[in-house]
């Protein structure tokens, strides 16, 4: 016997419940596919390739809050040539097996034309091949620099390389701060490692040297032997290449540890108020650079600070990035139209004042704004250099 | 007709089979579900490997995922820093693993049931953090992408350019057939039969004078071999490979495709790969809800039918069997269940 008479109405029981459940869970996709069916020829379906769920699902949330402000903004205003604009978010667990999978499915099953995200490097390594295949438009968050030596013409970077940021803020460590030796410790996954390989190939320009380089695995809580380590090679600054969580506990343990240095982070990836929640007093005066002022007095960032309290949304750097990656790729629907090529080359001429100043890319794909120099003041972050 | 009668309707029902397998690419357009189906194949293929040692010789593996890994960076490492083909990966990956599972069951099986469980946890973990770290060979977090396609076949009516994911599916589908009869083979010879024994009862088996310990680990042997080709078609099936695929949730999933098609059974092992493959994917709508309701649908299979999908479908067929055996002795009262060892259903 498998199982007792009880056991069984018991299980057929369950089963019912969760179907039940599971025709509750579907009955609004139902209805919303079968709105879709009626007028597909009257929307765009953009895909959503971000981590919603495991560590980094806080930034998955964030670029979906951005592209759902946008989309919700232009659908407001008309629409794109009078087509609505329809967010389908996929999942991509900041896997790239993950990734290669959801831009599969929402490509040729979701009948998405356009990709935003990911937010990793790896997975966008990964996805942008299908995307390329299948001429959409992918616009990235990832950090590596090996975007720019890719040869799709579809891949678009919405944020500044390391390249970019590293020199900048070494040299203003440099030539303002007199800082000498600096003690690194970043995250082991790629972006910390591209984080850190262009900072040490930069260091030897502005005269500054890496006295010691440690490395933790994201979703790490104790780092007392990495900062330990660093301690005793007397650094005058340390940078922490990492994300906001990881950034606080690192400067809390520091402190505790005694090790009170200037501290200081590559790129905005830690911009967010989560930081100053976590960390406290510990990461007051922690210096960063950034491509992004939310403090800004602009009148997209004006708009997008409207925007986000109306719909009761905590305007976060990324939220806002993925807000301009959304409207810049509405833009270029606007002026392609149906045809994926000249999207592309929409795309490619596009100019336009975002949330991060202006948005135009050069023939890799990348923008070359300037890099500004944020620190953590009184529980605020302000631009010490623009 | 005479030729059809003279073949036999199982073979015909065969025949018809595979065909229709083969038409499958034909019929459905979309690539999105041609991925799927060609994964499922994967899994099958990983599904089978572990079912040997799981479902035929009893011995409980929650490893296998690291030889997938292996398998598929021993593929993704060679045709990228070596330029080497498919057709020499394969050979290359299977031999590999096949190699590192001797080893591992040489050291692992000495031990028995959890300990067993344990020392193949800790092998897998071993395995993932091996991709994550190495990172000179592994491409560490990065891992490694741009894994290129097999080289494009020629068959005359119809060529494979391995350009869209239709291509893959005669060639994935011709190594699950080839691993099925492989399989039904192998099973069916005496050291399949020795297997079997093994897993029902050990002390009986050794007393019989069968090598416990040696075909033990022939099987666990073969059993990574199957996963190291799984791996190989998986890297150069999606072209990039990264730790995270392989870590202890991979081996965690064959097994509970195992557990949930029902072990020690073929068919079992095609229902388990289809069904959890379908199942995630079809979750793919609702992210944040995907792994709960994967989880409680497992934990729901496990506690209502332990015995998996063919466990509950033996169960019925046995009923009515009894049922019509009933009927045909009349007035005989319901007779003796006679217990037999074993799963019953092979």
């Known amino acids: ?386 | 007709m005479e030729h059809i009668r003279k073949l036999g309707y199982r073979r015909l029902g065969l025949l018809i089979g595979v065909i229709a397998l083969l038409m499958i690419p034909l019929g459905i357009t979309n690539p999105y579900f041609m991925y799927v189906i060609n994964l499922i194949l994967i899994y099958i293929l990983l599904v089978l490997g572990l079912d040997l040692i799981v479902g035929y010789t009893g011995q409980v593996s929650i490893g296998h995922g690291a030889f997938f890994g292996i398998g598929a960076y021993i593929a993704a490492i060679f045709s990228t820093k070596l330029g080497l083909s498919f057709w020499f990966t394969l050979p290359i990956a299977i031999l590999a693993t096949a190699i590192i599972g001797f080893i591992i069951g040489f050291i692992g099986l000495k031990l028995i049931e959890e300990y067993l469980v344990m020392a193949t946890l800790a092998f897998g973990t071993i395995i993932w953090l091996v991709f994550l770290n190495w990172t000179d060979v592994t491409g560490g977090p990065m891992g490694i992408a741009l894994i290129p396609s097999p080289p494009a076949m020629n068959f005359g009516i119809f060529q494979l350019s391995f350009t869209q994911y239709a291509d893959y599916y005669p060639l994935l589908l011709f190594f699950v057939i080839v691993a099925i009869i492989f399989t039904k083979l192998l099973i069916n010879s005496g050291f399949g039969r020795a297997c079997t024994a093994i897993r029902d009862d050990e002390l009986a088996a050794q007393s019989m004078g069968i090598p416990v310990f040696r075909t033990k680990v022939v099987m666990f042997t073969i059993s990574a071999a199957y996963c190291g080709a799984a791996g190989t078609l998986y890297a150069h099936f999606i072209h990039v490979v990264s730790p995270e695929t392989f870590n202890f949730t991979m081996s965690v999933t064959i097994l509970t495709m195992v557990m949930i098609g029902g072990q020690g059974s073929i068919i079992g092992a095609v229902l388990g790969a289809s069904l959890l493959t379908i199942f995630s994917e079809a979750l793919r709508a609702t992210p944040e809800l995907r792994m709960l309701i994967y989880g409680l649908l497992i934990v729901i299979m496990m506690m209502f039918f332990p015995r998996g999908i063919m466990g509950i479908i033996n169960y019925y067929r046995k009923q009515i069997e009894k049922r019509a055996l009933l009927k045909k002795m009349k007035g005989a009262k319901a007779t003796v269940d006679v217990k037999k060892e074993g799963l019953g259903y092979e």
């Open chain 1, 1 to 386: 016997m498998i199982f007792g008479k009880t056991k069984f109405n018991g299980c057929i029981a369950f089963f019912m419940a969760l179907t039940l459940i599971l025709a509750g869970c579907s009955s609004e996709d139902g209805s919303s596919s079968k709105a879709e069916a009626s007028d597909k020829s009257e929307s765009i379906r953009v895909g959503l390739q971000a981590p919603m769920t495991g560590d980094n699902a806080q930034y998955g949330q964030d670029m979906k809050n951005g592209v759902d402000l946008a989309f919700k903004k232009i659908n407001a205003e008309g629409g794109v040539n009078g087509k609505k604009l329809e967010l389908v978010v996929g999942d991509d667990k900041a896997t790239p097996s993950e990734a290669v999978a959801v831009v599969n499915k929402m490509i040729m099953n979701d009948n998405v034309k356009a990709i935003i995200g990911g937010y990793n490097s790896s997975p966008t390594l990964a996805a942008q091949e299908v995307s390329k295949n299948a001429k959409a438009l992918h616009v990235h968050m990832g950090a590596s620099p090996e975007f720019t030596t890719l040869d799709n013409d579809y891949l678009y970077r919405i944020i500044l390389t390391g390249q970019v940021y590293v020199p900048a803020v070494l040299k203003y460590m440099a030539e303002e701060k007199g800082i000498k030796k600096i003690a690194s410790i970043y995250e082991n996954t790629d972006y910390g490692i591209t984080m850190s390989d262009s900072a040490r190939k930069a260091a030897e320009s502005v005269g500054v040297e890496f006295i010691a380089t440690e490395t933790y695995n994201p979703g790490d809580k104790n780092f007392s032997s990495q900062l330990s380590k660093i301690k005793k090679m007397k650094p005058d600054a340390v940078m922490i290449v990492g994300l906001y969580n990881e950034v606080a506990l690192i400067a809390q343990q520091a402190k505790q540890a005694g090790l009170d240095v200037q501290f200081f982070s590559p790129d905005d990836s830690m911009y967010s108020e989560q930081l100053i929640e976590l960390g406290g007093d510990a990461v007051e005066n922690h210096i960063f650079a950034s491509m992004i002022n939310m403090e800004m007095d602009t009148e997209a960032m004006n708009e997008f600070i409207k925007l986000s309290e109306e719909n009761n949304i905590e305007p976060e750097a990324n939220t806002a990035i993925a807000y301009d990656a959304a409207l810049a790729l509405a833009k270029a629907f606007e002026e392609g139209g149906d045809s994926p090529e000249k999207v592309r080359d929409a795309m490619a001429k596009i100019q336009m004042e975002g949330t991060t100043g202006l948005i135009q890319f050069d023939e890799d794909g990348e923008r070359s704004n300037a890099p500004m120099i944020m620190q953590v003041k009184d529980q605020k972050f302000i631009i010490i250099q623009e």
